[in-house]
């Protein structure tokens, strides 16, 4: 069973940055086809996916955070992360990794493992 970790979040003012990062273990990235994505749920709304990353590295993200977050991932390390700038108070919210085994990354029911998520708070 792929086990995930997230990390790094926090309270931020507005216009700040945080990095968030997602452990993962037992060889999650040994697979010949998967997916990682991060995902965030804010109290009173359902969860949306923030960004999605390919093991051959394709990105894709969400229209509400372009050319502010860039994910990536670390092979060696097993650890993803999410490089969050100019955060605004709608960005707050429970931050969740998840691994899709098999590669599909369409869905939210693609992703089978999931992290517990990290709190990110923005603040006026």
């Known amino acids: 069973q792929v086990k995930l970790v997230e990390s790094g979040g926090g309270s931020v003012q507005a216009g700040g940055s945080l990095r968030l990062s997602c452990a993962a273990s037992?060889?999650?990235?040994?697979?010949?086809?998967?997916?990682m994505g991060w995902f965030r749920q804010a109290p009173g709304k359902e969860r949306e996916g923030v960004a999605t990353?390919?093991?051959?590295?394709?990105?894709s993200y969400a229209d509400s955070v372009k050319g502010r977050f860039t994910i990536s991932k670390d092979n060696a390390k097993e650890v993803l992360y999410l490089e969050m700038n100019n955060l605004t108070t709608d960005d707050t919210g429970m931050y969740y990794c998840?691994?899709?085994?098999?590669?599909?990354?369409?869905?939210?029911?693609?992703?089978?493992?999931w992290g517990q998520g990290t709190q990110v708070t923005v603040s006026i």
């Open positions: 998840a691994f899709s085994m098999g590669g599909y990354c369409d869905l939210q029911a693609d992703f089978t493992y």
């Open positions: 037992e060889f999650a990235y040994t697979y010949s086809r998967y997916c």
């Open positions: 990353i390919g093991r051959e590295r394709r990105a």
